[in-house]
């Protein structure tokens, strides 16, 4: 075969072969997709809309210039939403037990209790995800969220349901919009043109920005001379959440924002006139990092402050003269601003709403007027029951759910029927309890049945998973011979089968054409598949392994998958895989003591004792989740109450940049592999790119920590320029070195017997009379050590992502990998399942100890600025993604080097020995993604379904895809440059 037939046919046999891994990415997608659309369903919502002409109780008609169905309070609103405003912000503390949040915003306190008929101060609890978007649901709808809405807190849409900024609007009020742009998402075209400023809120490093615009706009506005240009104005300031996120609720700068806040809201008070309710709240609040998202009660505990130039507010008890000092004492649910601002101000109640009327705001100066509060409490529960009625009857996909709402609907209305005759006997504080416990129970039903699951599109998401688990397992496992060669075969088959069940699927009704078109393509792409199994069926293997080696990689994946049904064993995942780390460096020790070569026996014990060490150095970085506590300690950050990295933390990336390329040069010297362009990249590209990394995250401590506030522009620029030239070198001189470069060899002249032997040198005459000889150094490491070259270019680009001790875990992680080249060479393992099962292990292991959790609030979104002064798509979500799963993708790249590394450049098979390596690896996260979607369907009604079992089912689907497309099209594509490079000076072979 010539050289270029022979590239001709490796290139084909390589196209075919990421087609069909690319087809198995598709399954992948099709079977999460339909689960999920299944799964993580909206709630029932009702397109009703609540009339001004349509009151939902008898005798509560009005018109809209009194008050459609209550006579109204108010004729104008400024409604202030700090977000992230935590309760206890609020709440003034001795100066021997304050925090830097404490005794900052003072004003809502001091008017609270100074005048309590004219102002209250409650906390606010908000109903998780606690993600903004979902609670500026939450507070315009009066309804609950759910968990698809957590997935979707940066790409909101617009609300279509009835909501109380389009009742603002179908009543013809004046709306203006000031601060955090999610409002326009969600509310298209409700906003005055003119007067809406609208900013950016996705950039949490940014404190200054948003606030001072509001500020700057809504003053102006407040002015007597512009009052009638607006009916409601809406301020969002981002200023409080974006310190939390950025340095920690306890921080100076979350002290100087509050002072801030303070001062605007005096301001505030002092413009606002006498028919103008003045509302600051928070749509959440945060945990002890600054963080938010999940149901934690420092996360849920926001704060409500309302006030008035009249006294229109008042209290039931004395209990309650003053705010209590903690949210268990007396709180209202952020559902009930709903109903309470609709009425104060003369609007109708939307029609989903669950909440009912804040207690203070209708109670009357005296804090007796039962009567007024009796009515908007039966206005709201008849809207209520109105919409009770409506939902009960549409038929749920969950047929257990649906009968389960409709008895205890049926036990609710119990509460409703002996308010109504309550009511005609004139005991109004008793019909307010009444109607309080009607809404509590109706509300307490709806938590519990909220989520409508189609069970049917879930069941053919976990079919289609499953059977594409088990082809893939007979693909990566059980085909002898060289799995390259099925490609056209596999391909065609699964092609042809997902065309003929898509044309069946198209002629089902259109109700489930969707539905039935994506299911009838994966299925009859995986029975294509599995026909292509069956005709090669003698060359089928069983499936059952034949090694310790293949033992314990599927023990290991099984006993994952089973533990995924505990949330204990969910919660504290990362010890396990510890503990999985560590068996296997145990294991291989043993193993390396038993090669008959001294070689091999010293390199592998080595490398498998240092690969336990460095798994146990990885282990003391630490991110804690609430669950894990007080049994473990975070060391990620300076302190479990910061966002941001310890001064000592610094240093890490600067070693890292002095030791990690010494260290890669050490296994390259170790093949006589340190030649040529790998001289150029290990010894000045890497090392100069990993010092600028370094030099950016000093950047960072000095502008977070405002060491030279006098430079805080420059340094901003600055390191940005760092960063981004940063990541030019991994692309501008990484990636080009790779893909140019000649394999990394030199040449040695000499007599025969002045060349040491060394495994990885290859000796040839020089000329039959000459009497000299050359060694090819490097010769018999040529396609790992160029394969590798890849490993360390996208570790490059990584690293620069992480935080100070997420950037030093990642080189623990890189190191290890090298290591584990070494182990599987070593001991022979190059075609056995374990060093793909190992490489998935160690990227879930250091997901966590690069300072993330299968959490939503561990996500760190401010790595998408780290090279961008904005957002930039599909830049500033990529660079979310490399951050979150950076060791997951490393391993995945790495994958091709486990049957590469020490393999001489003639070695026939490495195309099909590639392809088995990445399918196991991708059969690894495959197993677990699968697992955790069957828990989560299990577990649907469980009482720590969105605390545990759902986050971690979304982490294990987003990270199988990733694995998914940085394995087909980064690890598969990279072995195809690496082994034309080296085919260029020894020809092709497959």
Same mark, same amino acid.
């Given at each position: ?169 179908? #009543? ?86 509050? %002072? ?121 529960? #008849? *809207? ?17 759910? %649906? ?109 489930? %054409? ?160 340190? *030649? ?227 393999? *001489? ?10 392809? %088995? ?35 971690? $089912? ?31 000076? $020894?020809?092709?072979?497959?």
């Amino acid at each position: 075969m010539d050289k270029k037939h022979g590239e001709t046919q490796f290139k084909a046999a390589h196209g075919l072969l990421v087609a069909f891994l690319t087809l198995i990415v598709v399954l992948h997608a099709l079977g999460i997709y339909l689960f999920t659309s299944g799964f993580l369903l909206t709630r029932i919502v009702l397109d009703h809309r609540s009339e001004c002409a349509a009151p939902p109780a008898d005798g509560a008609a009005g018109s809209p210039q009194r008050g459609c169905w209550h006579p109204k309070t108010f004729e104008k609103a400024v409604v202030v939403l700090i977000d992230a405003l935590r309760y206890d912000f609020t709440v003034p503390q001795p100066a021997e037990q304050a925090h830097h949040f404490h005794n900052a915003l003072t004003v809502l306190h001091e008017t609270a209790v100074a005048q309590p008929r004219q102002a209250f101060l409650l906390p606010f609890i908000a109903d998780a995800p606690t993600a903004t978007l979902q609670r500026l649901k939450g507070l315009t709808t009066g309804t609950l969220p759910t968990f698809v809405d957590a997935g979707s807190n940066f790409a909101g849409t617009a609300i279509d349901e009835d909501n109380l900024v389009s009742q603002l609007r179908r #009543a013809r009020k004046t709306i203006v919009h000031l601060g955090d742009d999610t409002w326009h998402a969600l509310f298209p075209g409700h906003f005055d043109a003119e007067l809406t400023r609208a900013y950016d809120s996705f950039n949490v490093w940014d404190l200054h920005t948003v606030d001072n615009g509001v500020s700057e706009h809504v003053f102006p506005l407040m002015h007597a001379a512009n009052a009638s240009k607006w009916d409601v104005v809406i301020a969002h300031y981002l200023g409080v959440d974006h310190a939390g996120h950025r340095y920690g609720p306890d921080h100076p700068a979350m002290a100087a924002k509050l %002072r801030q806040m303070d001062a605007v809201i005096r301001d505030m008070i002092r413009q606002l006139d006498d028919s103008t309710l003045l509302v600051v709240m928070g749509d959440h609040g945060m945990d002890a990092k600054g963080d938010h998202g999940g149901e934690s009660d420092d996360e849920i505990q926001a704060a409500l402050w309302m006030y008035s130039k009249q006294p229109r507010f008042g209290r039931s008890s004395p209990a309650y003269a003053a705010p209590p000092q903690t949210a268990k004492e007396r709180s209202v649910a952020q559902i009930d601003l709903v109903p309470t601002l609709s009425l104060l101000l003369g609007l109708p109640i939307p029609f989903n709403n669950l909440g009912r009327p804040i207690e203070e705001a209708f109670i009357g100066p005296a804090g007796a007027d039962y009567h007024n509060l009796a009515t908007v409490s039966r206005l709201t529960a #008849a *809207q209520i029951y109105r919409y009770q009625e409506e939902m009960a009857s549409v038929q749920s996909m969950d047929e257990v759910a %649906r009968a389960s709402s409709l008895a205890s609907f049926g036990f609710a209305n119990d509460a409703w029927d002996a308010a109504v005759k309550a009511a005609d006997a004139g005991r109004f504080a008793h019909v307010y309890e009444l109607y309080t416990v009607y809404q509590q129970e109706t509300l307490d039903i709806c938590k519990a049945l909220w989520a409508s699951f189609d069970l049917p599109r879930m069941l053919n998401g976990v079919t289609i998973l499953t059977l594409t688990l088990v082809l893939l397992a007979v693909y990566a496992r059980g085909v002898a011979g060289d799995v390259s060669e099925l490609s056209p075969q596999l391909l065609s088959r699964g092609g042809f089968g997902a065309l003929a069940s898509s044309l069946i699927g198209a002629a089902l009704p259109e109700v489930s %054409r969707q539905h039935s078109i994506i299911y009838a393509v994966a299925m009859g792409s995986n029975l294509g598949i599995a026909s292509s199994f069956w005709s090669l069926r003698r060359r089928l293997l069983f499936l059952l392994p034949t090694t310790i080696w293949g033992y314990l990689s599927a023990t290991f994946a099984i006993l994952l998958s089973v533990g995924f049904a505990a949330n204990s064993f969910t919660i504290w995942e990362d010890e396990i895989l510890l503990h999985f780390l560590s068996t296997f460096g145990l294991l291989s020790t043993l193993s390396s003591f038993r090669q008959p070569n001294m070689t091999d026996r010293v390199l592998g014990v080595y490398h498998s004792v240092l690969f336990v060490l460095l798994s146990r150095l990885a282990s003391l970085s630490r991110l804690c989740r609430e669950e894990q506590m007080p049994y473990c300690q975070s060391t990620y950050y300076a302190s479990a109450t910061s966002s941001t990295s310890a001064t000592w933390q610094l240093v890490l990336p600067l070693i890292v940049a002095l030791l990690l390329p010494t260290f890669i040069r050490g296994y390259y010297d170790g093949t006589l592999s340190y *030649q040529n362009s790998a001289i150029m990249w290990l010894g000045f590209g890497l090392r100069f790119g990993l010092l600028l990394s370094a030099v950016y995250w000093t950047l960072d401590a000095a502008d977070d920590g405002e060491w030279y506030p006098s430079y805080g522009g420059m340094l901003k620029t600055l390191k940005t320029v760092i960063a981004q030239v940063t990541l030019a070198i991994a692309i501008g001189v990484g990636a080009p070195t790779f893909i140019w470069a000649k394999p990394f060899l030199n040449i040695e002249e000499g007599p025969p017997h002045t060349h040491k032997p060394h495994p990885s040198k290859q000796i040839v005459p020089k000329g039959p009379n000459s009497g000299a000889s050359i060694a090819v150094l490097g010769y018999g490491n040529v396609h790992g050590s160029r394969y590798a070259i890849l490993i360390t270019i996208w570790y490059l680009a990584l690293a620069l992502v992480q935080k100070p001790m997420g950037a030093g875990a990642l080189a623990l992680c890189a190191w290890q990998i090298f290591s584990l080249l070494e182990i599987v060479a070593t001991n022979q393992l190059a075609s056995s399942a374990i060093g793909p099962v190992i490489l998935s292990l160690m990227g879930s292991f250091h997901f966590f100890k690069t300072g993330h959790q299968a959490t939503l609030s561990s996500i760190q979104w401010e790595s998408a600025f780290i090279p961008l002064h904005t957002i930039r798509y599909p830049w500033s979500p990529l660079l979310v993604v490399m951050n979150t799963f950076g060791a997951q993708i490393l391993c995945a790249v790495a994958v091709p080097a486990l049957v590469l590394w020490k393999q *001489q450049p003639r070695k026939k098979g490495l195309l099909g020995d590639v392809a %088995r390596a990445v399918a196991t690896h991708i059969l690894f996260y495959a197993s677990v993604s699968l697992a955790t979607t069957m828990w989560a369907g299990h577990l649907r009604r469980h009482l720590m379904l969105y605390r545990i079992f759902s986050p971690r $089912f979304m982490m294990g689907a987003m990270v199988l895809l990733v694995v998914d497309l940085v394995s087909v099209f980064v690890a598969v594509v990279g072995m195809r440059v690496s082994s034309l490079s080296v085919a260029e000076v $020894f020809g092709v072979t497959m």
